[in-house]
């Protein structure tokens, strides 16, 4: 719960920055292990947002990997 100016500056640094990470996730020219560093830089600022109840970070681009993901793992009878 943000109830101080200090708690709203800090929400609002992690959404901007994790907003930032998920930016740079979309970018088409990056290696496994870039793409695997902001994945889990990504996951590191999601924590902390969901621990100190400031709601949530939602990357479309992670969602729209998961969907693919789980596309190439259903096995259709």
Do not use: W
């Not at 990470?21 to 088409?28: E, N, S, T, V």
């Not at 290696?31 to 970070?57: C, P, T, V, W």
């Amino acid at each position: 719960m943000v109830n101080t100016f200090n708690e709203s500056a800090i929400a609002t640094y992690l959404k901007t920055t994790g907003e930032e990470l998920c930016g740079q996730l979309g970018a088409q020219d990056l290696s496994e292990n870039e793409r695997a560093r902001l994945e889990g830089k990504i996951e590191a600022y999601k924590q902390m947002m969901e621990r100190f109840e400031l709601g949530d970070l939602e990357c479309e681009h992670i969602k729209k990997s998961l969907r693919k993901q789980e596309d190439s793992h259903q096995v259709t009878p």
